[in-house]
């Protein structure tokens, strides 16, 4: 094994953070929970400083409406300043960071009349649920929108590259390191 600044005792929670960034430079720095080795790499499960959020458009009508997650980029930039001047009533700041939209500030309690639960399907195979907090709603230009924060933390996998900085993982090496990463995860859960 190699050794690392990202390393960690388990006792020391928090005690280390790195950044991500992401193509457009946009910076999200995060706790590193765990430091794993497969092969000789150091991996990092990685959790943001901020909480995650989402904002969904709202769409159709009475029962048939639903929630859909906004996630291009030129609508995310359109609706920025209205999601941050809402939360911003909140104690709430808005960030548009790497990989995710965070706000940093204190989460009002959790109210399971502000829960929402979202179904997620993927390559035809029904994943998890999701639950998710509303944290504001709000209209531009005639459109609702909604911002929630999911009740479970948004985790990610890096791994350290020769010079010592965090790369998130592309999805193809995830999957491919995944069974090993989650066998030392629960072992050191046991």
């Known amino acids: 094994m190699f050794p690392s600044e990202f390393s960690e005792d388990n006792e020391q929670s928090h005690a280390s953070s790195v950044t991500l960034t992401d193509e457009a430079g946009r910076e999200l720095t995060c706790y590193v929970e ?8 150091e991996y990092l499960l990685l959790l943001p400083v901020d909480s995650a959020v989402e904002i969904f458009a709202w769409q159709g009508d009475g029962e048939e409406e639903e929630a859909v997650p ?27 960071t790497a990989f995710a939209l965070t706000v940093a500030g204190e989460l009002p309690p959790v109210e399971e009349t502000e829960l929402f639960t979202l179904e997620i399907e993927e390559d035809g195979t029904e994943l998890e649920p999701e639950q998710l907090q509303l944290l504001a709603s709000f209209y531009h230009e005639e459109q609702e929108y909604a911002v929630y924060t999911p009740l479970d933390p948004l985790l990610f996998f890096a791994r350290a590259n020769g010079s ?27």
């Open 34 to 41: 765990r430091s794993l080795y497969v092969d000789n790499q």
């Open 164 to 190: 010592g900085k965090p790369e998130l993982l592309s999805p193809e090496e995830f999957r491919k390191v995944q069974p090993q990463l989650e066998e030392q995860l629960f072992d050191e859960m046991e």
């Open 70 to 96: 906004v996630e291009d980029e030129e609508t995310i930039d359109r609706i920025f300043g209205t999601a941050e001047a809402v939360l911003a009533e909140q104690n709430l700041v808005l960030k548009h």
